[in-house]
Nanobody, 127 residues
Framework: QVQLVESGGGLVQAGGSLRLSCAAS????????MGWFRQAPGKEREFVAG????????YYADSVKGRFAISRDNAKNTVYLQMNSLKPEDTAVYYC????????????????????WGQGTQVTVSS
């Protein structure tokens, strides 16, 4: 069974940077697309970024494009989210997700299109 464990969240000032990590257990990590969602209190869950199994194709929400970068190291069973130029509106719990196949799902913004979810890590950006 696949387990996903996020780390790297914390408190940072606006304009700063954080790098989130998601460590995956399981023997088939390298064949699955992965991604990140986030959710702030009282708000809907929001797709942030996705990456195909080989790392060659990525997608980003318009709200983070140019500021965030998703990457993966299949040898380490780990996916990353580099977050730069952070804004207070980036404050949320960030969740790592693993897909059903090697491709990023066509309906990537729909939470049920992703198979496994991590427990989440809190990111707080102060103004």
């Amino acid at each position: 069974q696949v387990q996903l464990v996020e780390s790297g969240g914390g408190l940072v000032q606006a304009g700063g940077s954080l790098r989130l990590s998601c460590a995956a257990s399981g023997r088939t990590f390298s064949i699955y697309a992965m991604g990140w969602f986030r959710q702030a209190p009282g708000k809907e869950r929001e797709f942030v970024a996705g990456i195909m199994s080989s790392g060659g194709i990525t997608y980003y929400a318009d709200s983070v494009k140019g500021r965030f970068a998703i990457s993966r190291d299949n040898a380490k069973n780990t996916v990353y989210l580099q977050m730069n130029s952070l804004k207070p509106e980036d404050t949320a719990v960030y969740y790592c997700v693993l897909g059903f196949s090697s491709d990023i799902p066509a309906q990537m913004v729909v939470p049920t299109r992703w198979r496994f979810w991590g427990q989440g890590t809190q990111v707080t950006v102060s103004s």
